[in-house]
C-alpha cells in the first residue's frame, strides 16, 4: 500500500527596510529598493514580501524614524527583516544592539546584504 503524504510549505514572511540620513531623490531610493528586490527574487519560492519600509531623511543615530517605529512596534507580522547593511539599522552600536535584542527577542530574524 502507498501513502501520499502532501507537505504544504508555508512561505517566510519578509519586510526590508531601507534608511537614508539625508533626504534622496527619488531615483535613489528606487536603486536601494531594487538591490532589495534582487534578494527578494532569489528567495520568492521561499519568501512572502509583506513591505519594504523606507526612512528617507532619518538618522541612523535615532530610533525616531517611521518606519523603524513600525519594525519594532510588534503591530507587523513578519519574521525576516532584510536590509541593505548594518548602518541601515542604526550609526551607533547601542542602538544597533537594542534592535537585534528586540527583533531576537520576538524570534525574528536579521538579514543584512
Known sequence: MKYLYLIMKTKI??????RSAQK???EEINKKISCLKEVFNKHEKDWDVIDILVDNGYSGRSDDRPGLKKIMSGEMD???LVTLGYHMIARDVLLYRKVYQLLNSSGKSLYIM
Open 78 to 80: 513578519y519574521s525576516i
Open 24 to 26: 534622496e531623490n527619488d
Open 13 to 18: 514572511k519578509v519586510v526590508g527596510y531601507i
